[in-house]
């Protein structure tokens, strides 16, 4: 029989989750960010669960290229832009969005042959120092823009580097504002965390990511007390348990000692299925829907968890590693690290079921 852990997907989940960033950000475009493989939900699983979007947004041309084949008619927009001039081929002729980030960029929709028509997000850093031109670039590279045949559609944006906190916004829309005075185009500001809290950058195009799979944005916030939605559980079950005497360890290195006899499940779940290897002895799971904790090191293929919470448990009991018992956002805390990263760190090898509940 196959190993007992995998991960289930929520369709339902994602529409939820999806009419939620609308409800924060009525009347706008909204861009449905599915990049790295839909956050390891599946690329095809998160244009199901989006479909309702105005447009689908991620980085990858051979995504973009999948979902044009799978049906998606509507806007793609590439958030990293083209890589060479063959990319901004690709867009003319599979009719995707780019965004435009330094020059040579520009330089490539200028050589761009006619009778190309490509809609070009123009992308202003303001703070975060990774992608976009600053000011008087920006206004530079607006003007060669505006006058190329080949460009059917100007949008500003920028990207934020600290909306999750509060006031995080407000300088980097200043700097926005000030490059953006005068030039005639719809704007593009919010990530999840601006959808959620910062009204003012909603803009005429919103761009939620992490929201959408039911994750915070925030670092010590609750998705559920945003109304937000898990997308993704991560199951598995117990194929052991162990008896432990005082002074017994557990696992690699011996990182756990028990401090009195207690009982142990050893679970079918490990880093290469996605779970991470620096989780500490306490990072919460569910063993037969009880709250528990794991103990010891993470190894390849197991983790061990604390049954004291669930003493009828045994082999074959069920886990949960995150989903609707074990917010992913608790154990993303507990091992120091986000949920987008839990996410799209799950392995190829973990099967994959999706939950839809819409009539056929």
Known sequence: MPRPIRATVSIPAMRHNLALARERAPGRFLWAVVKANGYGHGLANAARGFAAADGLALVEFDGAAQLRREGWSGPVLMLEGAFDPVDVSQAASERLSLVVH??????WLEALAAPASIEVFLK????????????????????????????????????FANADLDGGADEAMRRFEAAAEGLPAPRSLANSAATLQVPGAH??????????YGATPFGDGDARALG????????????????????DAVGYGSTFRASQPMRIGVVACGYADGYPRHAPSGTPVAVDGVRTAT????????????????????????VELW???????????ASGTIGYEL????AQRVPLRVEDDATP
């Open 102 to 107: 330094e020059a040579r960029q520009v330089e």
């Open 124 to 159: 202003f850093n303001s703070g975060m120092n990774r992608l976009g031109f600053g000011h008087d670039a920006f206004r530079e590279a607006f003007g060669r823009l505006a006058r190329l045949p080949s460009v059917s559609r100007l949008t500003l944006m920028t990207h």
């Open 203 to 212: 803009g005429d195009a919103i761009r939620p990511g992490v929201m959408l």
């Open 228 to 247: 937000l939605r898990p997308t993704m559980r991560l199951e598995s079950r117990l194929i052991a348990v162990q008896e432990l005497t005082t002074g």
């Open 295 to 318: 103990v010891g090191r993470v190894a390849m293929d197991m983790l061990m968890v604390d049954l004291g919470p669930a003493p009828g448990a045994r082999p074959g009991s069920a």
């Open 323 to 333: 989903g609707e018992v074990v917010p992913i956002d608790a154990v993303a805390r």
């Open 343 to 346: 996410m799209c760190a799950l």
